[in-house]
């Protein structure tokens, strides 16, 4: 008997889990799909789910009317960079407060966190000001510096997460064994780091990439990155649901695709380090 | 050689002094034991000694060098840690042959080492596994092997047998005993359980809130204990503690007396009571006798002894084997 209620238990949870992904993954298939209708059944109502003609020309029209290559260049440029040079920040920065931490060091990080619950509008001004006066407006290195300091939290929150699971020990038993600090980080530190600083890698590179905010208040053209790419087509010239969704699609594409192929690294990032 | 002198040494943590200063002397090839309760500062010597913790003052000598801001890699000693602390990414062979990389032996002798290591500890089919693939007894194999190749001017041992099951612990220190014996390398060995401290040292350190109580052989420390605190912590089950009028009939302001030093019987004694709890362990029955006068005693009996909850009992101490202490806690000779 016991077996059967777990059977059926089981199968009540794999349905229900079935149904909430399909649920959250809805949004994306109906744009995928409305990507390939004519701009009139892409508003036709009741709407055809897989039943209409499918074509190109949406896309064709999309890539008519805008410069694709250059936007994904640099999206790439942007989400890259800023978590490149976080890294480079965070990994010194969580390693002491991870190791040696400070009197304050929790202070610090929950300082660092608070950062983000500050609505962004609320400093669009000051930093589009200093953003114009240094030149910095509409360049790919101005959106890598603000989207570094705007993940930079995150980047070293996760990294301390991971940092405090290594054991202590086990650093001490390499200092003991003669290693000096450089043989340290080198042989046993970095090794077992890696994972973590993959997943943080790579849960910002998708954050930077569908960044939003910044990169379409802070550029115009010369920099603009795939989120400028999409909104260029829900403007106040009509509602063009077709390009749209098209254009979407070859935003998203090549995060999607990143992801699928490293989800069990960015499992364990979302999971911070909670699940051991 | 493995000499090792503390100098007045002490460490506070920010306004905690948990090591008040003391000196300490540990001679080349000895098997010293740190013994005493949890938090009393035991591993806390041991890391200063290591270098993983900064002396606050005092010195540490080691082989007449002084020591005290050398970092723990300059040393020349090595440390097996209660977690084993192997490193997870690496094989067994990496691990052990880790410390000859660091000090830059040459591949071959280094080889050489790596599988003489493995062959005394029984690790040799273990050398391609990595550490999460062995059992708890095989890691801590496996944390000796990476101490050993080096041959250290010292070992030190923090707890190293708290995270195995009792009958792998019997077996392990006696692994570790026979290894001094082969090594004569000096050993520093932190333990809380005084079975192991009992039967692996030459010299046991007693020690109780960062001071050292006592400093002896296994058995000056069981027959002659300064003062109570070492009475009550070497020898198990603990001595009786008796004050009152039968103390000061010897003289004494708290007398001690063993339960092995007991004679118990169903007819006849000096003192008697009745049985609380009596554990039968085959070879020796312990009794936790309630006396008439109020107060409660353990005593050893033999195997055979008959004896159950509220069984009266009769008990003969053994008049040369009280231990005499003063209203202070000191022994009395």
Known sequence: ?276 | MGHISLNQVSKSFGDVNVIPPLNLEINDGEFVVFVGPSGCGKSTLLRLIAGLEDVSDGKILIDGTDATITPPAKRGLSMVFQSYALYPHMSVRKNIAFPLKMAGVEKEEATRRVEAAAKVLNLTEYLNRRPGQLSGGQRQRVAIGRAIVREPKAFLFDEPLSNLDAALRVNMRIEITELHRDLTTTMIYVTHDQVEAMTMADKIVVLNEGRIEQVGSPLKLYREPANLFVAGFIGSPRMNFITGAAAEKQGAHTLGIRPEHLTVSNSAGEWTGKVGVAEHLGSDTFLRIHLDDGSTITARGDGDFEAEHGTTVWLSPDAEKFHRFDASGMRLN
């Open chain 1, 1 to 276: 008997m016991a077996r059967a209620v777990s059977t059926r238990r089981k199968t009540s949870f794999t349905v229900a889990a079935w149904a909430v992904s399909f649920l959250i993954f809805f949004p994306i298939l109906w744009t995928f799909l409305t990507g390939f209708k004519t701009e009139g059944e892409a508003i036709a109502s009741p709407p055809s789910f897989l039943f209409f003609d499918w074509n190109l020309s949406a896309y064709e029209a999309v890539n008519q009317r805008s410069d694709y290559p250059k936007h994904f260049f640099n999206s790439v440029i942007i989400s890259f960079g800023s978590t490149a040079l976080g890294l480079l920040i965070a990994i010194p920065a969580a390693w002491a407060m991870a190791f040696v931490p400070a009197k304050h060091t929790k202070d610090i990080l929950m300082w660092m966190l608070s950062t983000k619950m500050l609505p962004p509008v609320g400093v669009l001004i000051p930093i589009f000001l200093i953003f114009r006066d240094t030149g910095l407006l509409d360049t790919r290195t101005g959106l890598v510096i603000v989207l570094t300091l705007i993940n930079l939290p995150i980047i070293i929150w996760m990294l301390f997460t991971y940092f405090r699971e290594i054991p202590g020990e086990v650093l001490e038993a390499a200092r003991m064994d003669g290693a000096s600090l450089r043989n340290e980080i080198l042989y046993v530190l970095t090794p077992m780091a890696v994972p973590g600083i993959a997943s943080t890698l790579l849960l910002n590179v998708i954050l930077a990439w569908n960044e939003a905010f910044w990169t379409l208040n802070l550029t115009a053209a010369d920099a603009a990155p795939l989120t400028a790419f999409i909104a260029a087509f829900s403007s106040p010239e009509g509602l063009f649901y077709a390009k749209l969704s098209a254009a979407s699609t070859m935003a998203i594409a090549p995060i999607v695709i990143l992801g699928w192929f490293s989800q069990k690294q960015l499992v364990r990032g979302m999971t911070f380090g909670a699940v051991k």
